[in-house]
């Protein structure tokens, strides 16, 4: 059963005790919190055990999970020395999101050397994702490569994932991101389906030649062809709301939660009346 989250990007001015009761009100079961943006919640590297395992009792306490660890740490940075600093950063995470109970971290690929060919790129990219695997396989925590910047297109995410093969190694699937490159949904996951673990939700429309992002079912991106190909193959993960609010910013968050709740609630219910009997 496919199941809702949101990330704290879309409530950055929220701390945590006002996240877990709008995620119960709103049918919420699964948190992402967007570390390295100093949000109100204060999930950081910066926390102490004892306040780390008090993030864990008040999720479990109100049937909540931190279900996917969102970094910024990149892979595919050219330069060796600077892409160390970012691999010695995601094994503090594995240790942060074993602490908080979270099976998943969030990295990017990044911004990749267009001078090289990229199977050059992907050489170094499954290199540095190797030197993690076998302490997130320790802290039963799997780290995740999403469809995002340099790598949205499908066919260089799946190339890392099949040269990594590692049970605890995957994909998140922006399903935004390739869509923006004119690839179909059902391209992406025909790439995919056998790494994603974790996916990420946001609408929106072009406006003056760049996407906006907006209220869901009302931009150009198609998100329930997804959520179709994801449930003909029973995928139990998260379906997480990434719309993203400064710090600050004043924004509507518990509308756009509500919303985005709604429709996929609506999109789930079409989903099932329009699948053939198994």
């Known amino acids: 059963m496919i199941k809702l989250a949101t990330m704290t990007s879309v ?12 995620m119960r009100r709103l049918g919420f079961s699964g948190l992402e919190p967007r570390v390295e943006w100093n949000h109100a919640c204060g999930i950081e590297l910066s926390l102490s055990a004892s306040e780390r395992s008090e993030v864990v009792r008040k999720m479990s306490d109100a049937g909540l999970e931190i279900c996917c660890l969102a970094t910024g740490v ?42 090289v060919e990229l199977s050059s790129v992907v050489d170094y990219v499954v290199e540095g994702y190797s030197e993690v695997l076998e302490h997130a396989a320790q802290r039963g925590v799997s780290v995740l490569l999403e469809t995002h910047d340099d790598w949205i297109c499908s066919a260089p995410v799946r190339a890392v994932a099949e040269r990594i093969d590692h049970a605890n190694f995957g994909v998140i699937w922006d399903i935004m991101h390739p869509q923006r490159i004119l690839e179909r949904p059902a391209v992406t996951y025909g790439e995919l389906k056998h790494h994603v673990r974790h996916v990420h939700a946001h609408d929106g429309r072009i406006v003056d030649g760049r996407m906006v992002v907006g209220a869901l079912g009302e931009g150009t991106i198609d998100h329930f062809a997804p959520l179709q190909l994801l449930s003909r193959d029973d995928f139990d993960g998260y379906f997480s709301v990434e719309v993203i609010h400064q710090s600050g910013s004043a924004p509507d968050a518990e509308s756009v939660l509500d919303q985005y709740a709604a429709k996929f609630r609506e999109y789930m219910e079409r989903v099932e009346k329009e699948a053939p009997n198994r």
């Open 74 to 115: 990149t892979m595919a940075v050219p330069d060796r020395e600077e892409r160390a600093t970012h691999i010695d950063q995601l094994h503090q995470y594995i240790d942060l999101a074993a602490n908080l109970s979270s099976p998943l971290i969030r990295t990017f690929g990044g911004s990749r050397d267009h001078s």
């Open 11 to 22: 409530c950055p001015d929220w701390d945590l005790d006002t996240i877990i009761k709008a």
